[in-house]
């Protein structure tokens, strides 16, 4: 199906560990955008791209590594998980018109 | 540094009811602002909003920006449960090359039977 999905939906993990979203999109919008949402924060910018090999960071960047060696995924890396980086993360494309799509989310639980 | 204000925070309303949600912004290079309805799951997209004065309309939806007085109101009109959600406005900046949305902290509807 067209659109955007993420893996996993929901992960659980501990302290330290690292983990790694995914965001894939068949749409090959050039624009690319993880944000976490967290209560009291609303929803915040932690990378964007604007082409493959082409990022850059967002407002809360820290704890985060990304990459794009293909227009069609976007994957977040949290190097060594922390307790403040559970939250909901929403991956998000740039449609034609200047709209965001937000793909379905992944909840993180680090422990 | 971009910055955006809904007001309300939350509200509680009945149906039949209209209500008016706020978004102020301050933005370097204001390219667009964007309307986005999120129940619980992903917010889905509403409207975009480029020029001052003209109203968008989606069904009992409508939206406005005010680029000289910097805001935008979201009016909903003969409100329904299923309106319930959180509403979001995001502001788009396109400083040099690049593009990106900050987002306001949301309106919690609440349209109760």
């Known amino acids: 199906d067209a659109g955007i999905t993420q893996s996993p939906r929901y992960k659980i993990t501990e302290t330290g560990r690292q983990v790694t979203l995914m965001c894939h999109q068949t749409w090959s919008h050039s624009y690319m955008f993880w944000y976490r949402q967290d209560l009291g924060h609303g929803l915040r910018l932690i990378y964007y791209s604007a082409a493959a090999d082409i990022t850059d960071k967002g407002e809360v960047p820290d704890g985060y590594v990304v990459s794009r060696s293909k227009t069609e995924n976007f994957p977040l890396t949290l190097e060594s998980a922390t307790r403040s980086q559970t939250s909901v993360y929403f991956c998000?494309?740039?449609?034609?018109?200047?709209?965001?799509?937000f793909g379905p989310g992944t909840r993180l639980t680090v422990l | 540094e971009d910055k955006v204000v809904q007001s309300p925070l939350s509200l509680v309303v009945h149906e039949g009811d209209t209500v008016t949600l706020n978004c102020s912004y301050e933005v370097t290079n204001f390219r667009s602002l964007l309307w986005y309805k999120q129940e619980k799951k992903a917010p889905t997209f509403l409207f975009m909003l480029?020029?001052?004065?003209i109203e968008k309309k989606s069904g009992r939806l409508s939206s406005i920006l005010d680029k000289k007085e910097l805001f935008s109101i979201l009016n909903i009109t003969a409100t329904q449960t299923g309106d319930s959600a959180v509403y979001l406005c995001a502001v788009a900046d396109s400083g040099g090359s690049n593009y990106k949305l900050t987002f306001g902290k949301g309106t919690l509807l609440t349209v109760n039977p």
């Open positions: 480029t020029s001052s004065g």
């Open positions: 998000a494309t740039l449609g034609g018109y200047n709209e965001q799509f």
